[in-house]
């Protein structure tokens, strides 16, 4: 298997409601027979579909965060770089999780006006923060910001409380790289997708048991192969640019639940835009949150 992708978009989603004998919830986690949505741990061996396609229901309790925080970004790309998709791939990439997250292109429109529009209330800066988390995992937290102070605070305080700690620039980056991810749920006619990713210029296509399919992409590339794609006729499940680990950390039944903590205390902040992380669980490990 290639390299899974490890964002806050690709993540396990257990709804449970029985908690199975001899395990213990910690660091925060509701007591057993609660309900609650687990998320954001990735399970080792399976699509990005496979595990995005838990993670659905859980993002409409927090649609109204999420849609914040696209705004932003969308704003930010089109300050950065023009109002155009086709010549701007932060806009397009935007764009793509825009509609992805069923955000109507009214909101998106006029979004990308604001950031034409050189609002210098608009004005925010990309600040990625690194760090280690629990069970050595590495960390990488891109925000969007116009208080660097307060978003430094907000981001160490989750470090802390959960055992991590906030690294220095470059200290876990090396183990990452940026790829552009298009991902498709099993149905597709595998070889087609193939041969029109690659044809458009996609890095890698990787396939999986299940019929999911992953296509892999440079983020200059990432809005050519996938206008390419649908114009082919093949829909994606989720597109988007995510940093993708070179080596990954595997968690047991007592660090998955503090790593899923960080990601929760991180994703509060309005400031946090994405958490990148390459902590990976078993099946076996999953069934047990």
Not at 96 to 124: Q, W, Y
Not at 183 to 201: K, T
Not at 240 to 251: D, H
Not at 271 to 279: A, R, T
């Amino acid at each position: 298997m290639k390299d899974e992708v490890y964002s806050r978009k690709t993540a396990i989603l257990e709804y449970r409601e029985n908690i199975p004998n001899g395990f213990q919830v910690r660091d925060g986690l509701k007591d057993e027979g609660d309900r609650r949505f687990i998320g954001d741990i990735f399970m080792a061996g399976h699509s990005k579909w496979a595990n995005t396609k838990h993670r659905k229901a859980a993002q409409d309790a927090k649609r109204g965060k999420i849609f914040t925080k696209i705004i932003r970004e969308l704003v930010t790309a089109a300050r950065l770089g023009g109002g155009e998709p086709d010549s701007n791939p932060r806009l397009r990439a935007a764009i793509d999780k825009a509609l992805s997250n069923n955000m109507t292109r009214d909101t998106l429109n006029r979004a990308i006006a604001r950031g034409v529009g050189n609002d210098e209330s608009d004005n925010m800066e990309t600040i990625i923060y690194e760090g280690y988390g629990p069970g050595g995992t590495a960390v990488m937290v891109e925000c969007l910001s116009d208080n660097r102070n307060r978003t430094v605070s907000d981001v160490r305080h989750a470090f802390t409380k959960t055992g991590g700690n906030l690294g220095t620039d470059g200290s876990v980056a090396y183990l990452f790289t940026k790829k552009g991810v298009i991902s498709y749920a099993p149905g597709l006619d595998e070889d087609a997708v193939m041969e029109a990713a690659l044809e458009a210029g996609a890095d890698d296509v990787e396939t999986y048991d299940d019929g999911a399919i992953d296509v892999y992409t440079t983020p200059e590339s990432f809005g050519e192969v996938k206008d390419a794609l649908d114009t082919a006729g093949f829909k994606s499940d989720s597109a988007e640019v995510s940093m993708i680990p070179s080596t990954k950390a595997e968690l047991d039944a007592e660090t998955a639940p503090k790593l899923l903590r960080l990601i929760d205390m991180l994703e509060d902040s309005d400031d946090v835009q994405e958490v990148y992380h390459n902590g990976e669980i078993s099946d076996e490990v999953a069934a047990l949150l």
